[in-house]
């Protein structure tokens, strides 16, 4: 692994602990928007996976879709592309942030989001920071 690899990880990581940050923010308040708790949720595992990827040199596109990040992945951290709570998380990226959305996000869906999130950024910790 080259050191400008690692670099670039803990950065992603970095990047990924901001929106953790935010969802414990979020989450200390009696009713925080759900919608924006999924959305951090979604990025924590996006930039963890983007970590992930960076630490192994292995290129990867500008997307959202936290299936197509597990694909480059492989099979390190134990978690499949096409896991339903993935396809889920990956959706909390974009659809709910815009009002054309017709299902709200309510408070069990976010909080699937932020467990799935959590797992997966765990895993990818455990690899990248050893």
Do not use: C, N
């Amino acid at each position: 692994m080259r050191p400008e690899d690692r670099a670039i990880a803990r950065s992603w990581l970095e990047k990924a602990h901001d929106d953790e940050r935010a969802i414990e923010i979020l989450l200390g308040h009696e009713d925080p928007p759900w919608a924006v708790v999924a959305f951090h949720a979604q990025q924590l595992a996006e930039k963890a996976l983007k970590a992930l990827l960076a630490f192994r040199g292995i290129p990867f596109p500008r997307t959202h879709d936290l299936s197509a990040l597990l694909l480059r992945v492989g099979t390190e951290i134990e978690v499949e592309p096409d896991r339903p709570d993935i396809v889920e998380l990956s959706q909390m990226a974009v659809a709910p942030r815009y009002p054309e959305e017709p299902e709200p996000v309510e408070r069990d869906l976010a909080m699937r989001a932020v467990h799935t999130a959590r797992v997966v950024a765990a895993r990818v910790r455990a690899v990248v920071l050893g």
